[in-house]
């Protein structure tokens, strides 16, 4: 059975409402994203800081997937896939993907400040106070910049086996992600979904770019590999 990786990234969501990471004025929901997204905001302000992921946490629970994430499920009836995703959602999941890496966390857990192995399922606010099982505040279960992405080496064993390479919007340019491309094995199909995308096709041996939207550009791509393969 042929082996797809899908690294996704934030245009994928967008088509379910999810605003992207990053607008254009460099904000995320109107804060700079080292306020809420940093070891340092979060030392400064932990009161923002939970509020803003309390209200991320309140639209995810608003949205549904949408056809890209449903077809990308579809997937697995006829191939080995595997998701490995820049998004904090769990729009993939809930689509049906059975195998699902999330590099930069998840919304919808929470750690422990001091323990970070202490995660745990979380669909409400996080407050001041909530504490893990040894009495330590608990904080959001995401990545934030200048701290480790621990699921990277993860991702990259699972690239370096990729029959077929899939990307759907994402810029390729949020490092360490960004990186996993250069770990697949030579003469690897990749296959670039973005309706504007930042790549050539001299980039890459075997590059297919589908300049379209996530849904659209993911339904044509998954008839193609239905058929082909």
């Known amino acids: 059975m042929k082996k797809i990786i ?7 969501s967008a088509e379910s409402g999810i605003k992207t990471f990053r ?11 080292m306020e809420v997204a940093s070891p340092e905001g979060w030392n400064q302000n932990k009161e923002l800081v939970l509020d ?37 959602d ?21 750690r422990s400040t001091i323990e970070e192995n202490l995660v745990y399922d979380w669909n409400k ?14 904080r959001p279960y995401i990545v934030w910049f200048g701290e480790a992405v621990p699921m990277l080496d993860t ?4 690239v370096q086996k990729a029959d077929v390479l899939i990307i759907i ?3 390729m340019q949020v490092y360490p992600a960004a990186s996993l491309i250069h770990y697949i094995k030579s003469n690897t199909p990749i296959y670039f979904i973005d309706p504007k995308p930042n790549i050539s096709k001299n980039s890459y041996d075997n590059l297919t770019i589908i ?19």
Request: proline content about 2%; charged content about 25%; aromatic content about 6%.
């Open 23 to 33: 607008d254009a004025d460099g904000l995320w929901e109107g804060h700079d994203v």
């Open 52 to 88: 803003f992921y309390n209200q991320r946490r309140k639209q995810l629970l608003q949205v549904h997937p949408n056809e890209a994430h449903r077809l990308l499920a579809v997937l697995e009836k006829n191939f080995d896939v595997e998701i490995i995703t820049q998004n904090v």
């Open 211 to 229: 300049p379209e939207k996530a849904s659209e550009g993911v339904k044509e791509l998954v008839d193609k590999l239905f058929t082909q393969f």
């Open 125 to 138: 606010d996080l407050n001041i106070g909530d504490v893990c099982e040894n009495g330590n505040q608990l």
């Open 6 to 12: 899908v690294l996704t990234g934030a245009g994928i």
């Open 169 to 171: 919007g994402t810029s």
């Open 155 to 158: 991702a990259i064993l699972k």
């Open 90 to 110: 769990d729009l993939h999941e809930r689509s049906g993907s059975s195998k699902v890496i999330h590099l930069h966390g998840e919304l919808l857990k929470v």
